[in-house]
């Protein structure tokens, strides 16, 4: 929520709406919704994806990947 008040560009009417979206295999998703003027959205869109990593990179909060582990197993008397 810092984020979004220190950011001018947002508007606060109407309020601004963060939530907690799915809670993923993987992942947690959260959702930020939040009216800026039509000229800001894609600068604010940029920032403020750019702030929450930085953020959670100083707050120590990882932001976990799929990934895939393949084990391969020989079989006895099978010629591969």
Not at 38 to 54: H, T
Request: hydrophobic share 45%; charged share 20%.
């Amino acid at each position: 929520n810092n984020l979004i008040t220190a950011d001018t560009r947002i508007l606060q009417e109407p309020a601004p709406f963060v939530a907690l979206s799915k809670l993923n295999s993987s992942s947690v998703d959260i959702v930020v919704r939040c009216w800026v003027n039509s000229v800001d959205y894609w600068p604010v869109f940029f920032d403020m994806n750019r702030l929450v990593y930085e953020t959670f990179t100083i707050e120590g909060i990882q932001i976990p990947f799929q990934q895939l582990y393949v084990h391969l197993h020989e079989l006895a008397g099978k010629k591969q």
